[in-house]
Nanobody, 131 residues
């Protein structure tokens, strides 16, 4: 059974930094495209960033470009999200999600922001940024 577990959330002042981690077990990590999503109270879940199985491609939602960096360590089955220059609007529950990178004729990174294309999810880690 696949387990996805996030960690690293917390309370930080605006302008501060946090590093989120996500470990996934019982899957061949390199075969999975990994993404971070977040959900603020009363809002829909949104895609924050995605990284390809081999880590060669990554994308970000516009609001975090230049501030967040996604990375992965396939030897450790771990995904990271380095978050710098945090803003109060970054507050939310951050989820790690995984989907197989083998999608037939569909490009691995297509529709990366669509939550229901991901098969596995963690429980989330709370990030709160105070002003």
């Amino acid at each position: 059974q696949v387990h996805v577990v996030e960690s690293g959330g917390g309370l930080v002042q605006a302008g501060g930094s946090l590093r989120l981690s996500c470990t996934a077990s019982e899957l061949t990590f390199v075969d999975y495209t990994m993404a971070w999503f977040r959900q603020a109270p009363g809002k829909e879940r949104e895609g924050v960033s995605v990284i390809s199985g081999y880590g060669t491609l990554s994308y970000y939602t516009d609001s975090v470009k230049g501030r967040f960096t996604i990375s992965r360590d396939n030897a450790q089955n771990t995904l990271y999200l380095q978050m710098n220059a945090l803003k109060p609007e970054d507050t939310g529950l951050y989820f790690c999600a995984a989907r197989s990178r083998h999608r037939g004729t569909t490009w691995e990174m297509a529709d990366w922001v669509v939550a229901n294309t991901y098969a596995y999810w963690g429980q989330g880690t709370q990030v709160t940024v105070s002003s």
